[in-house]
């Protein structure tokens, strides 16, 4: 038989395409879904009141009708709208439709399921109210007419309807709180991970038990035990004892005066630094404090670094008056020995020169101190060990703290311009030697010679110019040490002993 494609009436349209029922259906977010045990239960049970060939929970779309359970159609779970006798059950005004003859009814004599299979006769349904809409139907419907039907049958259909209604509306609630519980997990976990990267410790207190919840980055970092309850008393007793009152303190004021908790203390086990912040979230009707959230930092490291940076400006202090100091008598004394300007600036600015490449050694290494290769490059040249010129060095590097790098540099920069000008290095010939080593006992101390041979003879001079002074001075401030300088007839020694600090084991 040829299926009937009259369209639905005007006023059953209407009510199938409002706009507010259709969003409502939307958000059931059920069409196209599984069949459903509960709804089937209830397709059973309004079917055995009816003593129905079918019986139906059916959602009504724009254009087709979705059966969210269904008794009697074997396998289908969905038909055309426009041939669906529930759209026109949701547009009556009454609690429910009563078809006793579809043959005999207008509406649906030539209806495809009525005309052709599975030949329907009877149909009894009432509306799915879901959020003030009329999203469907529970209904049957029999292949022989009827002449009447029970009042108290139609009752229990209604009833029935209003308990889908219900299931829809208490289903949906529960698909949402899974949603947001679901969400929620998965925001927590978020959070969780980003603490734990950042090495974040976070605490939850609820004040009136004492009990602290709390993340198990704050665990490690308080040295409390992986698991079980934790209390404030505990947070307190892992605190160190000269912090453990500010912390308490702080908490007080928090709680009474409504400020946000701010301290830092020191784990009592391990020592390290601990920042915490925290403020008070929940207050009863009383005003009192229910529950304080926060967290805990380890700011150990940038407590570390902080004290890292003012021990170097107190050294960077001490060494730049001592080099000021160093670099006005150097120059009274070479302004004395050098009249003329441009002598003067000539033997001066050698002497700043290897002051200031000192220092900036130094400060490379945060004024822990510098290797004597690097000392001894700065006079030489960096290349001095692998293609020497005219110098013989052998010695194994080594350390060497700031005062003795300093002064030893200002002795080797005095030797070699000595050595340039009037010494060794003076004529095509000449050689110098330098050699150091360390010696162990009685004192550990640097050995260093420096001997020139192969140049110009030399005499010794009737009175030491500066450039002596400073060789025999350089080491003043490095107790202990001593330079002993001697014009031999072959050339320039000079003997350097510097105490050194007891090698670490």
């Known amino acids: 038989m040829k299926e009937n494609k009259r369209p639905l009436p005007e006023y059953v349209r209407k009510v199938v395409d409002d706009p507010a029922r259709l969003d409502a259906l939307s958000a059931l977010g059920v069409m196209d879904s599984e069949p459903d045990g509960d709804f089937e239960r209830l397709c059973r049970t309004v079917a055995r009141i009816f003593r129905a060939d079918i019986a139906l929970i059916s959602l009504v779309d724009q254009e087709r009708q979705w059966f969210s359970a269904c008794m009697g159609v074997g396998a289908l779970m969905e038909s055309r709208t426009d041939t669906s006798f529930c759209a ?17 009814d207008d509406r649906f004599k030539d209806n ?33 007419p009827r ?32 949603r ?51 209390t404030t008393e505990h947070i ?73 940076t003012r021990l170097l400006l107190r050294e960077l202090n ?20 050098n009249p003329d300007p441009n002598d003067f600036i000539e033997a001066f600015s050698g002497r700043l020169r290897t002051i ?16 004597l290769h690097d000392v001894v490059a700065s006079q030489l040249g960096p290349n001095f060990m692998v293609n020497p010129d005219r110098v013989e060095v052998r010695g194994d590097d080594m350390m060497l703290p700031a005062d003795h790098a300093l002064g030893l540099g200002l002795i080797l920069h005095e030797l070699t311009t000595n050595a340039h000008r009037h010494g060794a290095w003076s004529d095509a010939t000449g050689v110098v030697s330098i050699e150091w080593d360390v010696a162990a006992k009685p004192v550990r101390g640097l050995k260093l010679k420096w001997r020139e041979h192969g140049g110009p003879a030399v005499e010794h001079p009737q009175e030491y110019g500066l450039g002596a002074k400073l060789i025999e001075r350089s080491l003043a401030k490095v107790l202990d040490s001593r330079v002993e300088l001697n014009f031999l007839p072959d050339g320039v020694e000079a003997d350097v002993w510097l105490p050194l600090p007891q090698a670490e084991h």
């Not at 026109?88 to 005999?104: C, G, P």
């Not at 008056?321 to 302004?335: C, D, E, F, G, H």
């Open 147 to 178: 002449d009447r039907v029970d009042p108290d049958d139609l009752l229990q259909l209604e009833d029935l309807a209003g308990v889908a209604s219900t299931m829809f509306s208490l289903k949906d609630e529960a698909r949402v709180r899974a």
């Open 318 to 337: 001490h060494r730049v008056k001592n080099t000021l100091a160093m670099i006005q008598s150097v120059a009274r004394q070479t302004i004395r020995q």
């Open 112 to 144: 495809p399921l009525v005309a052709g299979a599975p030949g329907i006769r009877f149909y009894a349904g009432s509306p799915i109210i879901v959020a003030g809409q009329k999203v469907g139907s529970v209904c049957v419907m029999g292949l022989t």
């Open 236 to 308: 307190l007793a892992a605190t160190h004892p000269s912090d453990a009152q500010a912390v308490h303190s702080g908490l007080r004021a928090s709680i009474v005066e409504g400020v946000d908790f701010n301290s830092e203390a020191r784990v009592a086990a391990s020592g390290r630094w601990l920042t915490i912040r925290g403020r008070v979230y929940q207050r009863d009707t009383d005003g009192r404090a229910l529950v304080m959230m926060g967290v805990c930092i380890d700011v150990s490291e940038s407590k570390q670094s902080a004290e890292h």
């Open 88 to 104: 026109y059950a949701l547009a009556e005004d009454s609690n429910s439709m009563v078809v006793l003859d579809a043959l005999a």
């Open 180 to 230: 947001t519980a679901a969400a929620l997990v998965r925001e927590e976990w978020r959070h969780a991970l980003t603490l734990e990267a950042g090495k974040v410790g976070s605490w939850v207190w609820d004040i009136q038990s004492g009990e602290v919840v709390c993340n198990d980055t704050l665990r490690a970092m308080c040295s409390l035990p992986d698991v079980g309850t934790i």
């Open 356 to 371: 200031s490449e000192a220092h900036v050694l130094l400060a490379d290494r945060d004024w822990s101190g510098v290797p």
